[in-house]
């Protein structure tokens, strides 16, 4: 199975700040990478897929980089309701794996 | 607009089943295959398995294989999980989740969630 990591597992910034997580893989999964955002008592919601596309509907400010065995979730500027936890996914072999999350919260 | 609606809370005893449901509407059920994906309280997502709506094909996690069933109902647009010998630690939000697949794979959108609580 791939294995994934993420870090940091958690992290406190403030409004307006710069944020980036890494996502690496235990091997390389060419772009089969997603990112999710889970708010408490929510379910996930998809932010980017294929590493770096955009999903219609999320803010600009996200982006999704990295290829192979690493990836980079950035927020460019932190908003209010960015506040949440953070999953990556491979999506490239079974058993879709997801990192363990990466949790973001308000300093 | 695409909706993936599940089956409400469930409490089992250590030992038994649930079968849990998730409806789709919106687009063609059975153009797209349908995910399970579990969380326990407090901790992370970890996939289950999937099942190919148009010939019922299904993976499963190794982990689970043996005690998860995935169906459905093509007449109804809705795909069921069920999981058997009910243990406390398989107390968690079961969602389902609409793979879309083009050069890439992604999931979306998920259900809402349904809790299972296994407690004697």
């Known amino acids: 199975d791939i294995q994934l990591t993420q870090s940091p597992s958690f992290l406190s910034a403030s409004v307006g700040d710069r944020v980036t997580i890494t996502c690496r893989a235990s091997?390389?999964?060419?772009?089969?990478l997603a990112w999710y955002q889970q708010k408490p008592g929510k379910a996930p919601k998809l932010l980017i897929y294929?590493?770096?596309t955009l999903q219609s509907g999320v803010p600009s400010r996200f982006s999704g980089s990295g290829s192979g065995t690493e990836f980079t979730l950035t927020i460019s500027s932190l908003q209010p309701e960015d506040f949440a936890t953070y999953y990556c996914?491979?999506?490239?072999?079974?058993?879709?794996?997801f990192g363990p999350g990466t949790k973001v919260d308000i300093k | 607009q695409v909706q993936l609606v599940q089956s409400g809370a469930e409490v089992k005893k250590p030992g038994a089943s649930v079968k849990v449901s998730c409806k789709a509407s919106?687009?063609?059920?059975?153009?797209?295959?349908m995910h399970w994906v579990r969380q326990a309280p407090g901790q992370g997502l970890e996939w289950m398995g999937r099942?190919?709506?148009?010939?019922?094909?299904?993976n499963y996690a190794q982990k689970f294989q043996g005690r998860v069933t995935m169906t459905r109902d093509t007449s109804i647009s809705t795909a069921y999980m069920e999981l058997s010998r009910l243990r406390s630690d398989d107390t968690a939000v079961y969602y389902c989740?609409?793979?879309?697949?083009?050069?890439?794979?992604?999931?979306?959108?998920w259900g809402q969630g349904t809790l299972v609580t296994v407690s004697s």
């Open positions: 989740a609409r793979m879309v697949v083009a050069a890439n794979n992604w999931f979306d959108p």
């Open positions: 919106g687009y063609t059920f059975t153009g797209y295959y």
């Open positions: 099942i190919n709506p148009n010939s019922g094909g299904t």
């Open positions: 091997q390389g999964i060419s772009s089969y």
């Open positions: 294929a590493a770096s």
């Open positions: 996914q491979q999506l490239n072999s079974y058993p879709f794996t």
